[in-house]
């Protein structure tokens, strides 16, 4: 950095050390702000996860500070191109919003390790007041019944279940194109 104050400033030069998603994310918005950016890579491109990722979003997260910050990633995403002006030719789908369902066995019907029933017993609640709390902070999650699992996935066998958590906005990334 050349100018002799201790806090940053538009013009200054910035080394960025690794060339994944975070890096070159970083680089962009730096650059954006007027910093001289250069990002250095020890391999190549996409040597790290950012190549390997399965592309998962998703904003079903036990931590509230965790759930908001995907609820903005998944924002982010969905303003991509205009974000990071992608070229016209260049723009594709970025999120598909499949939605995730995330499904509770009823303890009564479990048969595993009994030192583990209290967790099983304990998740249920735990998956209902982690709902409330992303509804709180206006994410879509749904609370549903086994029948209503039943009767929107006729294909799933509801009948060991007590209930299962559904966020419609998660999903997955377009991830050759992020990469
Ligand atoms: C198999 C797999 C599946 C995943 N699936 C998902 C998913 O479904 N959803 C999701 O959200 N996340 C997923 N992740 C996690 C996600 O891919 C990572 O969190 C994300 O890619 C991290 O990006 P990054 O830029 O911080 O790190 P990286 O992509 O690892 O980049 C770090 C870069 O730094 C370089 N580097 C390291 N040291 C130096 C050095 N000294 N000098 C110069 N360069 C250096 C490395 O070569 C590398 O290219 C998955 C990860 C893996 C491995």
Sequence with gaps: MKNQSNSPQSGDRVAIIGGGATGALCSVLLAEAGFQVI???KKAIGNGSSSRSAACIRAQ???RETALGMAFSGHFY???HELMHTPSDQQCWMIRHNGYLFLYE???FYEGDQSKHKEVELAWIHAQSQAAMHRD???PVEVLTPSEVHVRWPHIDSSRL???TY???DGFLNHDQIY
């Design 106 to 108: 009823d303890p009564i």
């Design 167 to 169: 966020c419609p906005s």
């Design 61 to 63: 997260f036990g931590v």
């Design 39 to 41: 990002a250095l890579e």
């Design 162 to 164: 007590i209930g299962a």
């Design 137 to 139: 902070i206006k994410l």
């Design 78 to 80: 969905e303003h991509f």
